[in-house]
């Protein structure tokens, strides 16, 4: 577990007392442990799992309809 020393100014102090309250937690350390999982699982790419992959895969070894634009497309599959 690695360790380090944050300097927060007054308001994000504030807002780390606030979720520590919110959701039960025993310290401010869990408070940013809970903050950065919720950004971690909400704004960076998350990992592809397995089975969307062997889909993908199986998606891309089927039979492709080119098409220039959507009302080539739909004259094409009869839409």
């Given at each position: 577990?690695?360790?380090?020393?944050?300097?927060?100014g007054e308001d994000a102090d504030k807002i780390l007392g606030i979720v520590k309250a919110q959701h039960g937690l025993k310290?401010?350390?869990?408070?940013?442990?809970?903050?950065?999982?919720?950004?971690?699982?909400?704004?960076?790419?998350?990992?592809?799992?397995?089975?969307?992959?062997?889909?993908?895969?199986?998606?891309?070894?089927?039979?492709?309809?080119?098409?220039?634009?959507?009302?080539?497309?739909?004259?094409?599959?009869?839409?």
């Amino acid at each position: 577990m690695a360790q380090n020393i944050f300097n927060l100014g007054e308001d994000a102090d504030k807002i780390l007392g606030i979720v520590k309250a919110q959701h039960g937690l025993k310290n401010k350390n869990q408070a940013m442990e809970f903050i950065l999982k919720i950004y971690g699982e909400s704004f960076l790419e998350p990992e592809i799992r397995p089975e969307y992959l062997k889909k993908l895969i199986k998606i891309s070894k089927g039979k492709h309809i080119p098409f220039k634009d959507i009302n080539d497309l739909r004259r094409q599959i009869g839409g």
